[in-house]
Nanobody, 130 residues
């Protein structure tokens, strides 16, 4: 399993922005599909976004569409989640997860289903509050 590390969480006012990062020092993430998930206290884990290992395909949960953007920089071995127009309901621990290595047609596919991902980070807290 990969050891993923998330960073970039914090406290932000409603309407503000944050950029989360996901990386690992042990493996190259270029061949892995990456997902972002979040879990708020008392709630089930929710799929936020994913990006295919090729970077061609991305998906977003309905609650974040139009506000969040996922991207990857393979040169930096890092995946980003840019979060804008944040709302109090975005408050949660955010996790990144990896699935792979992907080959063939799966190189261009991703889905935000947590059971598809084998390696997880420990999470970073995002709090949206005034």
């Amino acid at each position: 399993q990969l050891q993923l590390v998330e960073s970039g969480g914090g406290l932000v006012q409603p309407g503000g922005s944050l950029r989360l990062s996901c990386t690992t020092s042990r493996f190259t993430l270029a061949n892995y599909a990456i997902g972002w998930f979040r879990q708020a206290p008392g709630k089930e884990r929710e799929g936020v976004s994913c990006i295919s290992s090729s970077g061609v395909s991305t998906k977003y949960g309905d609650s974040v569409k139009g506000r969040f953007t996922i991207s990857r920089d393979n040169a930096k071995n890092t995946i980003y989640l840019q979060m804008s127009s944040l709302k109090p309901e975005d408050t949660a621990v955010y996790y990144c997860a990896a699935d792979g290595p992907r080959i063939g047609i799966f190189h261009h596919m991703c889905d935000i289903k947590s059971n598809l991902f084998a390696s997880w980070g420990q999470g970073t807290q995002v709090t949206v509050s005034s």
